[in-house]
């Protein structure tokens, strides 16, 4: 039932929303678990996801991580965050817009954080917006942190050759996985590690 349940609060959001949701279905368990596993199982590390839409990531980031750990969650729209909030009560929910990280962590008291996940629908966004967003998250990272996120198979090549240039110039390591092919639409994930100064 919760299942369905989520399926269907996203469909009404891409639905009235189509140019901030980037696939037709929510983030499936294959891929979430491939994202998961980038994340430290040990320590205490802050993670933060953006775009967490209806929480698809959220019980395989929440299962990878440790007791101590900090897991909060970005999303933009109202209604998401309501369901979010709703759903995982447990989960530290900020509303706002991933392009205003920087400002949004520091309102929460969230200092340099070790691992941040992306569901946002990068190819979408001009190459000139995703260097500034890109900025920020690299901001936001500690020097050892990594960000990763996720580029369907089906996204024009041209905008994922743009977005991978705007993620080697904000990061000194930036490594496309294997396809998941048991994913809706098929995806693979881009990792980064060495974020610039910007």
């Known amino acids: ?42 320590g205490a590390p802050t993670v933060v996801e953006l775009g967490a839409g209806t929480g698809a990531l959220a019980p395989a980031i929440s299962a990878r991580l440790a007791p101590g750990a900090r897991y909060l969650a970005v999303e933009l729209d109202a209604e998401l965050v309501a369901h979010l909030r709703h759903r995982m009560p447990w989960l530290h929910v900020l509303q706002g817009d991933a392009a205003d990280l920087p400002a949004l962590l520091a309102n929460a008291g969230v200092g340099p954080v070790d691992a941040i996940v992306s569901s946002l629908p990068w190819t979408l966004v001009p190459p000139q917006q995703q260097r500034e967003m890109l900025a920020g998250i690299a901001a936001t990272l500690a020097p050892s942190g990594v960000f990763t996120t996720i580029t369907t198979l089906t996204a024009l090549p041209t905008r994922v050759r743009e977005l991978r240039r705007s993620l080697e110039a904000t990061f000194g390591e930036v490594v496309a996985t294997e396809p998941v092919w048991r994913n809706v639409p098929p995806s693979r994930l881009f990792v980064c590690r060495g974020p610039r100064a910007c």
């Open 1 to 42: 039932m919760t299942a369905w349940t989520d399926h269907r609060t996203f469909l009404r959001r891409a639905l009235r929303r189509p140019a901030l949701i980037g696939a037709p279905a929510p983030t499936g368990p294959t891929l979430a678990a491939a994202i998961a596993a980038v994340l430290p199982a040990t």
